[in-house]
């Protein structure tokens, strides 16, 4: 059998099916309200590696092995911020896979340890945008697969169990009125949206997007070559351009969130759950809030997603001194959310 070219990804895609067998449905959360509505965080910082990226990295494997881009030893390259290598070393490692994480900046070696303990290899680029070009390169140089979560996770993540609709409707007694998500890849705001259509549920899609985002201004416009050149403040959402998985056909709604209300509602969130989570869960809430407010909300249950907490989070969005530095003002935000969440009007400045 060792000759057999379909022995490896057969194998590979059955780990990555026991991995997901061994996981529980991350947890619904309330998030409290005096008003006649209920608006729950999904929170997929219970996922293994503490983030929505966990699911997205065994769909990108899961879709690179079965298109025969990976194989038995072929090393793995990913261009990205931080946010998926920790995820995607982690299944690298399960599949005995060399992986390689090219980060943005200088060299940092609190950024590299936790990858290095995985096995993995860590180059720090700059400028940041270099990243793309040189992961791919990489990969070139190597006979290696370049992951490229950007032009694959949003198609990548509609299989089996990687899902993250297909486990949230099965927490539920009935589909939810609104699901809010944010769009880093657009994978998992895609999946949401994908399932709602394949099924008829009736579930709709918004998308909570922070400034600096080149989505809501395509989604506006229908200009998918609109690009801010902007970096974003919220970790892990708000892209300076529309990326490959952006379907802003699947969108229902685009909210705007202004940065300091995601800083607001991040805070919320944490009060909330105890959970330390990052700047793109309050972007999601923010975004909920606003669709809670409105009077059709009367009766229904809108789902945000929660979508990591890590402590590093205690030194941004919850520490005073970084969101002043951002020139980030929380507290008039802080007040309206306040008052919605005690039964008052959503009034927010
Ligand atoms: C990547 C990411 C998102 C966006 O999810 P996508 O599926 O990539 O669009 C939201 N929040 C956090 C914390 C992320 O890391």
């Known amino acids: 059998?060792?000759?057999?070219?379909?022995?490896?990804?057969?194998?590979?895609?059955r780990r990555l099916d026991a991995e997901r067998a061994a996981l529980e449905p991350t947890p619904l959360r309330a998030f409290p309200l005096a008003h006649d509505v209920a608006v729950l965080l999904k929170d997929e910082s219970a996922l293994p590696t503490g983030s929505l990226k966990h699911r997205a990295a065994r769909a990108l494997f899961r879709h690179a092995i079965a298109s025969g881009r990976i194989t038995e030893g072929t090393p793995?390259?990913?261009?990205?911020?931080?946010?998926?290598?920790?995820?995607?070393?982690?299944?690298?490692?399960?599949?005995?896979?060399?992986?390689?994480?090219?980060?943005?900046?200088?060299?940092?070696?609190?950024?590299?340890?936790p990858l290095e303990a995985l096995g993995?290899?860590?180059?720090?680029?700059?400028?940041?945008?270099?990243?793309?070009?040189?992961?791919?390169?990489?990969?070139?140089?190597?006979?290696?697969?370049?992951?490229?979560?950007?032009?694959?996770?949003?198609?990548?993540l509609d299989h089996r169990g990687d899902d993250p609709a297909i486990e949230l409707a099965a927490q539920l007694p009935a589909p939810p009125a609104w699901i809010v998500a944010g769009a880093g890849t657009g994978a998992t705001a895609a999946a949401f949206g994908r399932h709602a259509r394949t099924y008829g549920t009736g579930t709709r899609l918004a998308v909570a997007d922070p400034e600096n985002?080149?989505?809501?201004?395509?989604?506006?416009?229908?200009?998918?070559?609109?690009?801010?050149?902007?970096?974003?403040?919220?970790?892990?959402?708000?892209?300076?351009?529309?990326?490959?998985?952006?379907?802003?056909?699947?969108?229902?709604l685009v909210v705007p969130v202004p940065d300091a209300a995601s800083v607001a509602a991040a805070r919320a969130a944490r009060a909330a759950t105890g959970l330390p989570v990052g700047g793109s869960t309050g972007t999601c809430l923010w975004a909920a809030?606003?669709?809670?407010?409105?009077?059709?909300?009367?009766?229904?249950?809108?789902?945000?997603?929660?979508?990591?907490?890590?402590?590093?989070?205690?030194?941004?969005?919850?520490?005073?001194?970084?969101?002043?530095?951002?020139?980030?003002?929380?507290?008039?935000?802080?007040?309206?959310?306040?008052?919605?969440?005690?039964?008052?009007?959503?009034?927010?400045?």
Not at 1 to 13: I, K, R
Not at 85 to 105: D, I, N, S
Not at 136 to 149: K, N, P
């Open 76 to 113: 793995v390259v990913e261009a990205t911020g931080g946010g998926a290598a920790l995820a995607q070393a982690t299944f690298a490692r399960l599949l005995g896979l060399p992986y390689t994480a090219v980060l943005p900046g200088a060299p940092d070696p609190r950024r590299a340890a």
């Open 1 to 13: 059998m060792d000759d057999d070219p379909t022995a490896w990804p057969a194998a590979a895609l």
């Open 213 to 252: 985002s080149a989505c809501f201004p395509a989604w506006v416009t229908g200009d998918l070559g609109y690009a801010t050149g902007m970096p974003s403040r919220i970790e892990g959402i708000g892209r300076p351009r529309v990326e490959p998985g952006f379907l802003p056909g699947l969108y229902d």
């Open 289 to 349: 809030l606003h669709l809670a407010a409105r009077p059709a909300a009367t009766g229904t249950t809108i789902v945000a997603v929660l979508g990591d907490a890590a402590d590093r989070h205690l030194r941004t969005v919850h520490d005073d001194a970084w969101a002043a530095a951002k020139g980030l003002d929380p507290a008039p935000y802080a007040a309206a959310l306040d008052r919605f969440a005690a039964g008052g009007p959503f009034t927010p400045p």
């Open 120 to 156: 993995a290899e860590v180059r720090f680029v700059t400028p940041p945008l270099a990243i793309y070009a040189t992961a791919r390169e990489l990969a070139a140089a190597t006979g290696g697969c370049f992951l490229d979560q950007y032009a694959h996770a949003a198609h990548a």
